[in-house]
Every structure is written in structure tokens, then in C-alpha cells.
T-cell receptor, first 114, second 111 residues
Framework: DVKVTQSSRYLVKRTGEKVFLECVQD?????MFWYRQDPGLGLRLIYF???????EKGDIPEGYSVSREKKERFSLILESASTNQTSMYLC?????????????FGPGTRLTVT | QKEVEQNSGPLSVPEGAIASLNCTYS??????FFWYRQYSGKSPELIMS??SNGDKEDGRFTAQLNKASQYVSLLIRDSQPSDSATYLC???????????WGLGTSLAVNP
């Protein structure tokens, strides 16, 4: 079974703090993704990575950066947290299954910025 | 703008009935299609993927794909209260590794 883990289930940070969210997958997947999910807005892609040290912006990259130094690990960084970044953050990984690139999600991190 | 559309619901069905969830997409070059289930407060869980026209069955779930009409559906047979969740449809176009997501359909199965 694919296993995607995230460093925290719940996190509370103050405005202006630097926040690190970490994601680890154990399936040797080449692709990893960071999403945020808000009521009524669905899943929105922040960044994704298709290889070590490679990254591409998603739909809402502003205020975020990412790091992928090892294949299994993908980090999301909020340089200076703001209240509008309060959200559920979801990490996913995908690899070729012979018919499709299936994405598997971690449990999510609910971040509250006060 | 590539789009994936789902009826937000809520779709309400009695226990034991068939629940039918639909999804339409705008990009004709879409290649792969996915259904996810998401319980409240939890992360999405992959139910099934489909990439060829026709039906694909897995237990009580059947995905149906019609590329000519640009829709994909999910049927849940013998619906159970534990099937009550939001169902997300996602589409991958061409060689793109990203998915385009619908907003989800909320399903309530009533005992």
C-alpha cells in the first residue's frame, strides 16, 4: 500500500512566522504535490515536483515555496504566515501504475494562523 | 480554462439503492479519470481510475467513461450509510502530471 505521511495533523502558528510542512512517501513516486482545500473552493494546487530539485508552480503559489532534496520528501514553506493561509494542506504523490498516474494523499495538516 | 464539473448535491439515496454520481469535463484530450471519496475532515481516498471507454467495476463501485460525450460517472450499488461522503472527480489531460479537480458531490445514504 502507498503510504504518504505528513509531519503534523494540526498546527497553530502566529502571523509572520515561517512555517514548514513536511511530506514523506514510501512508494518511490517521482511526482509529489501540495494542495490546499477550503470550503467551497475545492482542491487547489500550490506546487508540484516531478523530480528531485525540480518544481513547478500550481494555481496558487503566492506566499509559498517548496523544497525537494530527496525523492521521498517534499516540503512546503510558508515564508511569512498570514491569516488567509489558514486551511487544510494536503500532500499527494503519484507514479505510473500501468494505466494512469494515480495520486495518493497524506492525512492532511490543518493549519490555523492567528 | 480546463474544467471539471460536478453537481454539488446533496444527493440523498436510501440504504440499499444505487447512487449515481456524474462528472463532465471540458478538455477533449483528457486521458485518465479518477474518483475519490472524502469523508468530512479527512483526506481524499482513491476509489478507482478509468482511462478506456466503457465500464470498470470494483466491488460495489462501477465507473463509466464516455469520451465522446465527455462525461464519467460513478455508480455505487447497495449503498450503505458508510458511503455518505463527498465524491471528487479528477481528470488528467494528455501527458500532464497534474489533475484537474471537480468541487465534489455530497452523498447522503439514509438508513
Amino acid at each position: 500500500d502507498v503510504k504518504v505521511t505528513q509531519s503534523s495533523r494540526y498546527l497553530v502558528k502566529r502571523t509572520g512566522e515561517k512555517v514548514f510542512l513536511e511530506c514523506v512517501q514510501d512508494m518511490d513516486h517521482e511526482n509529489m504535490f501540495w494542495y490546499r482545500q477550503d470550503p467551497g473552493l475545492g482542491l487547489r494546487l500550490i506546487y508540484f515536483s516531478y523530480d528531485v530539485k525540480m518544481k513547478e508552480k500550481g494555481d496558487i503559489p503566492e506566499g509559498y515555496s517548496v523544497s525537494r532534496e530527496k525523492k521521498e520528501r517534499f516540503s512546503l514553506i510558508l515564508e511569512s504566515a498570514s491569516t488567509n493561509q489558514t486551511s487544510m494542506y494536503l500532500c499527494a504523490s503519484s507514479g505510473w501504475t500501468g494505466g494512469a498516474y494515480e495520486q495518493y494523499f497524506g492525512p492532511g495538516t490543518r493549519l490555523t494562523v492567528t | 480554462q480546463k474544467e471539471v464539473e460536478q453537481n454539488s448535491g446533496p444527493l440523498s439515496v436510501p440504504e440499499g439503492a444505487i447512487a449515481s454520481l456524474n462528472c463532465t469535463y471540458s478538455d477533449r484530450v483528457s486521458q485518465s479519470f479518477f474518483w475519490y471519496r472524502q469523508y468530512s475532515g479527512k483526506s481524499p481516498e482513491l476509489i478507482m481510475s478509468i482511462y478506456s471507454n466503457g465500464d470498470k467495476e470494483d466491488g460495489r463501485f462501477t465507473a463509466q467513461l464516455n469520451k465522446a460525450s465527455q462525461y464519467v460517472s460513478l455508480l455505487i450499488r447497495d449503498s450503505q450509510p458508510s458511503d455518505s461522503a463527498t465524491y471528487l472527480c479528477a481528470v488528467r489531460a494528455g501527458n500532464n502530471r497534474k489533475l484537474i479537480w471537480g468541487l465534489g458531490t455530497s452523498l447522503a445514504v439514509n438508513p
